[in-house]
């Protein structure tokens, strides 16, 4: 399924340190940029998702509408001292003719 400006979108995080997939609790922080939008896993946006074995960002409506067509995202990570960023990645969003939150 297509994701559209206005629709709920989860984003699982499925990255990898050092070749090992990221597992609960091994990260101090963890912060993605999605366009404008900023998420924290200190600051609650980013959960961990136990059937998924994966920390996952819910964007609601009201920031998706924010997001453009070709939106870029990137993720940093930190663990004690030290911070690892992904490159920056372009999701691709559809339009859509509601500009409401319903």
């Known amino acids: 399924m297509s994701k559209n ?22 990260c101090d922080e963890i912060e993605v940029y999605i366009g404008e939008n900023r998420y924290t896993l200190t600051g609650g946006d980013i959960v961990w998702d136990s059937a998924q074995a994966k920390y996952t960002i819910f964007v609601d409506q009201e920031d998706s509408f ?9 993720v940093r990570f930190k663990l004690g001292a030290k911070v690892i ?18």
Request: proline residues 4%; negative net charge; aromatic residues 6%.
């Open 5 to 26: 400006r206005g629709d709920t979108i989860d984003v699982s995080l499925a990255y990898t340190i050092d070749g090992e997939p990221i597992t609960e609790g091994q």
């Open 66 to 74: 924010k997001l453009t067509q070709k939106t870029e995202y990137q």
């Open 85 to 102: 960023s992904s490159n920056i990645k372009y999701m691709p969003i559809g339009k859509t003719l509601s500009n409401e939150v319903i």
